[in-house]
């Protein structure tokens, strides 16, 4: 019983080798669209990857930095004249940082019981605060309802009171919108080695203190006026002082580092980071404690271990805590609205290097197919039967009275050494396209494109040279040279 035949099929075909075949097609359309192909492919290679992407260049996209800020202003708020002490918190002057512009007090907070200020708690009856959450935003209810005025009764809770009131009206800070904010940055790129700060250089010291930042006039000041981080933002600043708010200030270091190092110069942007009204919870605000009320404060006065009941930490929830004359703890909480201030540092470095530039070159003259050619050479010119090979893939039957390869007209055949062989870029796949589905001759050139030579086709070299083994694909290979160094026309 004869072995299936199916593995030696899957066999030879894993051991098949193909080789390109060169068809010249004399054809206006086909040809115009080939050079279009490769000019657009040129160009793109030219001005996008070299020009605007620099792909010639190594790039460092990691950058280390450091941002110290500085805020300046005096502004008056509640009867009281503030410095950068009272408003800007925290106040060691990092990347991100808080304007205070609105600030709504609840002063001597005591722990104990009282009525709860949120409307959602009313009551008529102790029923009606039992049952509920046991918590609230402001203490723990006892399930008593007790009288909050005259007119309203509300659930009692434990905790600091009186609750906090948030709902009152009070005044924005509108000098904020003149303050000034210096901003220091230093960069280094560490696989280059390079360094630098958006300050300008020694000895400018003066101009320093005077410049403001204009995106036109003086877009490389590093002092920067509130409202017109905020203007440039897109934002309203009364109306973002009054809610609060995030605000993004985005300093971005792209250097080519092929140019001199002045020319490596900082550029700023700002936008908006929270969600706008009207999304849910718009705004910026927190709780804290700037001021301090007569007595004694709390964090001094105390003399046992911080672990001690009688000593809570300092602070709490942000608030001040204090040890009054007649022995009770209080504080006073703050509940602030302001401008949040983040200092984003982004950017990445580039410089020539030899690695990308061959990688890019290659790639940008492959996609042309100005390296097409010579890829069968090795099978052509060094196996035993080369010749036959090169008689399938170099077709060598000259064109007919229009100038291409006819269907049943051979080819003069020429004696002597074989031609040096030309290069021809290779066709692309648009083309091939065009040329087997919309032309007038797709199936000369189907013929001609396509070609499978089966092993068992080729025979053994003969011993004389002018010997031609009959069923010979293409005729005599021995015999056959032709001076169209292996390609076949076709007039389409």
């Known amino acids: 019983m004869p072995p299936p035949r199916c593995p030696r099929r899957w066999l030879a075909a894993f051991f098949s080798y193909e080789t390109p075949k060169s068809v010249v ?3 206006w359309v086909v040809g115009a669209v080939n050079r279009g192909v490769q000019l ?25 930095s450091s941002v110290v800020t500085k805020v ?3 502004g008056r708020y509640g009867g009281r004249v503030l410095d950068t002490a009272d408003y800007v918190t925290p106040p060691q002057g990092t990347s991100v940082f808080v304007v205070v512009t609105k600030q709504i007090l609840t002063e001597n907070q005591a722990q104990g019981v009282c009525p709860e200020s949120d409307t959602q708690f009313r009551c008529a009856a102790d029923g009606d605060c039992r049952g509920r959450t046991p918590t609230t935003g402001s203490g723990v209810l006892t399930g008593r309802c007790v009288p909050f005025n005259r007119t309203l009764r509300t659930c009692e809770i434990r905790g600091w009171c009186p609750p906090e009131v948030d709902t009152v009206d009070v005044p924005v800070m509108l000098e904020a919108e003149n303050f000034t904010l210096l901003i220091k940055n230093s960069i280094r790129f560490p696989l280059f080695g390079f360094e630098k700060a958006n300050l300008p250089p020694p000895g400018s010291g003066g101009a320093l203190g005077r410049c403001r930042f204009h995106p036109q006039r003086q877009p490389l000041c590093p002092i920067l006026r509130l409202g017109d981080v905020a203007r440039l933002a897109g934002q309203d600043f009364p109306a973002l ?3 609060g708010g995030v605000l993004g200030i985005k300093i971005g270091w792209v250097c080519d580092l092929d140019r001199s190092w002045e020319r490596c110069l900082p550029r700023y942007s700002f936008t908006r ?11 910026y605000n927190f709780r804290w404690g700037p001021r301090r009320r007569s007595g004694t404060r709390l964090a001094h006065a105390c003399a046992r271990p911080r672990t001690a009941p009688a000593c809570p930490l300092s602070p709490r929830r942000h608030a001040r805590y204090y040890r009054w004359h007649d022995g009770t703890e209080r504080r006073t909480l703050t509940k602030a609205f302001g401008i949040r201030f983040d200092i984003l ?3 990445n470095a580039g410089k020539f290097g030899i690695v990308p530039t061959l990688i890019n070159t290659v790639a940008a003259f492959t996609s042309i197919g100005v390296v097409s050619c010579g890829r069968s050479q090795p099978l052509c010119g060094s196996t035993s ?9 170099e077709d060598p039957r000259q064109p007919s009275s229009v100038g291409g390869c006819g269907v049943s007209g051979g080819c003069p055949v020429v004696r002597g050494p074989p031609p040096p062989q030309r290069c021809h870029p290779q066709g692309t796949v648009l083309c091939d396209i065009i040329l087997l589905n919309f032309l007038t ?5 189907k013929a001609r494109k396509f070609e499978e030579v089966p092993e068992a086709s080729m025979p053994a070299p003969s011993a004389s040279p002018t010997a031609c083994p009959p069923g010979a694909l293409g005729g005599c290979g021995r015999d056959k040279q032709s001076t169209d160094s292996g390609t076949c026309s076709l007039g389409l």
């Open 25 to 27: 097609v004399k054809s």
């Open 40 to 64: 657009l492919i040129l160009a793109y290679f030219i001005g996008w990857v070299f020009l605007h992407e620099k792909a010639y260049q190594v790039r460092d996209s990691v950058i280390e």
């Open 72 to 74: 300046k202003g005096i």
């Open 241 to 243: 002082a009054a809610t």
């Open 273 to 283: 980071l929270d969600a706008r009204p009207p999304a849910p919870a718009p705004g």
């Open 345 to 347: 540092v982004y950017g």
């Open 385 to 393: 039967r080369g010749d036959l090979w090169r008689g399938h893939s």
């Open 441 to 445: 001759g797709a199936e000369h050139y």
